[in-house]
């Protein structure tokens, strides 16, 4: 048969990824959010500064972004105007919000994708009611959208994040501590952590994915810490920090943990993405994973891929179990020595998206 198709040499190779799950690359799963290349597709043009974070709808082919224009934007991504030389397509924003004064820097969307809450350089959080994605812009001022506004911290709120499951919201603050909010109480601050900076200041936080009465929040100081929030104590101090005694090199940028295995993962300053051993508190694995400083991390909802974004204008796919890139993207035009702030996969869709500097959001189909 090999001779008849004149293979010759070739029919003696034999291929050693027949093991290989290639379930993700079936018809039956071309919904579930993989494919193995990603491929730009929206340009999210609107934002006067720098888009310093995303996050997508949990359902809808829709996202928000904050931006140090001092505006949240809300997106939705059928509404779209050809670009004008490419392939993409430009999308105008359907919202604008404001209540920061001053560049706003984190988000954290609700799981039911109605709420969404802000932090920013004014160091309060702000908490929205988001409009429909069919919201006319041009539409009157409704200010039933602000929910309400937080002054707890007492400087920029670095970091948010969100779990559905008590309804509760982390924060982290250049103040030095980490919050935990109840937005159903009249006095929504539960629980306040690192109060005496006793790990430096925090740089972002996550809720455990596989036991959310835990989080996990870094520190500027290399200090990666396991937080049980019904105690209030500290559980863990994982350890892997870095022994270097240049000021900032230390630095860990962002902190998320893994969705369905008791695994940290953390972007550092000195390029750098380290994964922890929750249980033994032990560094897994650690890798130099771009050419400038790692800013931003994002698990796929089936925890096989790791996304992270770099000041080095790239976006970098990881197979979390080989430790592999399996693609790269460059992205973003750097702007004063900084190029991608945040990277977000979408819950239930095949989209993914990056926020740059440059005052553009990405999205990549």
Known sequence: MESVLGLGDLADLTVTNDETDYSYDLPTNKDSSFRKTWNPKYTLRSHFDGVRALAFHPVEPCLVTVSEDHTLKLWNLTKTVPAKKSASFDVEPVYTFRAHVGPVLSLAMTSSGEQCFSGGIDSTIQWWNIPSSNVDPYDTYDPSVLA???????????GLAYSGIKNRLLSCSADGTVKLWNPTEKNPC??????NQEHGIPTSVDFNGCDPAHMVASFNSG?????????????LVLKGQGDSSVPGSNH????????????????????????YDNKSGKVIHAMVAHLDAVTSLAVDPNGIYLMSGSHDCSLRLWNLDSKTCVQEITAHRKKSEEAIYDVAFHPSKAFIASAGADALARVYV
Not at 190 to 195: A, H
Not at 224 to 234: A, F, G, M, P
Not at 264 to 270: C, L, R, S, Y
């Open 148 to 158: 309400g506004s937080w002054v707890g911290h007492t400087d920029a709120v670095w």
């Open 190 to 195: 539960i629980c306040t952590f690192n109060t």
């Open 223 to 235: 200090d990666v810490v396991v937080y049980d929030l019904e105690t209030s104590q500290q559980a």
């Open 252 to 275: 860990i940028n962002k902190v998320v943990s893994h969705p369905t295995l008791p695994a940290t993962i953390t972007a550092h300053e000195d390029r750098q993405i380290k994964f």
